[in-house]
């Protein structure tokens, strides 16, 4: 079994969709997988952070199946657990969306004892059973180092955007519960980031290609559309998307993920031709 987990609202629904989609492609042969998605309405702080529901869930579950018959994909409204927990932290306002801060919740629920966190701009090249298979068993999850943090701040400073998460040990050191003292308490330059490496034990440390966040290599297995730098025409700061297709295979001259992104567009069509 595979168990993956998502976190964001109803306006990254198009990432979740391509990055799913990006699993169960790669797969050499399909092998059960459970897709967590945590969402959570919190209109208070923006119009704009309203939740996934039970139709975003059953219409990715429907796309997966095509390709993986053994998926299923669950809901979990948390939003009285971020409100109980995290309302009006110091970071709930932070550069990045608060959806991010959701995983930090993830003790809180009966989540099995391995889980694969992946933020909704991540794409995989190469089968996720090379990730997912890593024995994590003595450390509270493994990460990749940070494509500029490992040169700016520390030579092993990671990037929280792929995440193997060791349930069982996290439960037993406290990560999650000291990670959200943090944020309640401190403001933090990288918000949920900061407070999950500042409240770590033990963690493995692993290669870039399992989160490459600014090229694509032929070993790469996962490839992270974070915010990079660009030097040409001038230096400048491009973010673009998994799901920007045009842009994607301009900018980049990406090609192999092209049958996950023609799926996704006809996909994308249906759900909007459904929604209406």
Known sequence: MMNL???????VFD??????????????????????????????????????????AAFLAQALRRHNP????VLHDVTAL??????????????????????????????????????????????????YDIDVSTVEYAAARDHYGHFLIHPNYINAGVLLFNMKKCRETGIFEKARQLLRTKKLPFADQSALIRSTTCR???????????FLYK???VRHFSKR????????????????????????GYTCFNDVLEEYLK????FQNDAN
């Open 82 to 131: 971020y409100e109980t927990h995290l309302r009006q932290n110091a970071n709930e306002n932070c550069y990045c969306s608060p959806y991010t801060l959701l995983r930090l919740l993830a003790d809180l629920l009966p989540m099995p004892d391995k889980l694969l966190y992946l933020d909704a701009d991540v794409m995989l090249h190469k089968d996720a059973g090379l990730l």
């Open 219 to 221: 070993s790469t297995v």
């Open 267 to 270: 996909l994308k069509e249906d």
């Open 15 to 56: 990432g979740v969709l391509t990055s799913a989609l990006s699993v169960v492609h790669r797969l050499p042969t399909p092998r059960p997988i459970t897709v967590h998605l945590y969402t959570m309405a919190l209109t208070r702080l923006s119009p704009n952070y309203t939740p996934l529901t039970e139709k975003h």
């Open 229 to 252: 730098l660009f030097y040409l025409p001038y230096p400048h700061t491009e973010n673009i998307k998994q799901w920007h297709v045009q842009r994607v295979q301009e900018k980049f």
């Open 204 to 214: 493995k440390v692993l290669p870039h290609r399992f989160n490459d966040q600014k």
């Open 70 to 73: 053994k998926t299923q994909v």
């Open 5 to 11: 987990l998502y976190c964001g609202n109803e306006g």
